[in-house]
């Protein structure tokens, strides 16, 4: 069963992580955006087309990690992997404020398997056509990110693969707006993502959603 939270959390992640998302894939929007013949293209096209990819390679991955969750049915496993949703969420808060970096030891992670995907993306550069922008947002959905995988861990916390595949593709749809604004050149909004303020605003506001997510009554706690 899909909780609507838990789909609109995803949403508000992807939203208040933009300022992250600005430094791992900023660059390659705007690339996107200006590597084009402007007499036959517009920009926005491409820019669809590349985050259409990236949005669906990151609910491809919500669906492998989600279909991992339902080999595990015990209530006590379940409040664990809802306890550790509550924590990945303070992590990513933490770490989009500017306060914690543990999550970048991720990305170091990641960047096993991004050394063999990324010669396939430089091949795609410049881009020039709406399905050559879809290939590269479906192979840069792939990018080691901190803040990609810990929403991929918490997604995985659903049990469900479908609600996991949802709650990355929102998360996704939740970084839209900032990557359009870079990619198309907006500079005021690009200034406000990269706000320290704005960053600590959104890193608190990502740590409430975690502690609300954390079952305190589970330990004989609460918030109250």
């Known amino acids: 069963m899909i909780e609507p939270l838990s789909v609109v959390t995803a949403l508000l992640l992807g939203l208040l992580g933009s300022a992250h998302c600005l430094g791992m894939c900023g660059g ?76 970048s030891y ?10 063999h995907i990324q010669p396939l993306s430089r091949k795609l550069l410049p881009v020039q056509t709406p399905l050559q922008s879809l ?24 049990n469900d693969w479908r609600t996991s595949a949802l709650m990355m593709a929102c998360f996704g749809l939740g970084t839209i707006p900032a990557m359009f604004a870079t990619g198309l050149m907006a500079n005021q909004v690009q200034a406000l993502l990269k706000n320290r303020k704005a960053q600590t605003i959104a890193g608190v506001m990502i740590i409430v959603f975690g502690l609300y997510t954390v079952p305190w009554q589970g330990f004989g706690l609460t918030l109250a």
């Open 28 to 103: 390659i929007s705007s690339a996107v955006a200006m590597g084009i013949d402007r007499q036959n293209q517009r920009p926005a096209l491409l820019l669809l087309g590349f985050n259409s990819g990236r949005i669906l390679s990151y609910a491809i991955a919500g669906a492998l990690m989600g279909s991992i969750g339902w080999l595990i049915r015990s209530p006590e496993v379940s409040l664990f992997l809802r306890s550790l949703a509550g924590i990945i969420l303070i992590m990513m808060g933490l770490y989009v404020a500017q306060i914690w970096k543990g999550l």
């Open 106 to 115: 991720l990305e170091r992670q990641g960047s096993h398997l991004w050394k």
């Open 135 to 158: 290939a590269l947002g479906l192979l840069w959905g792939w990018l080691p990110c901190g803040l990609v995988y810990s929403t991929l861990i918490w997604s995985a916390t659903a």
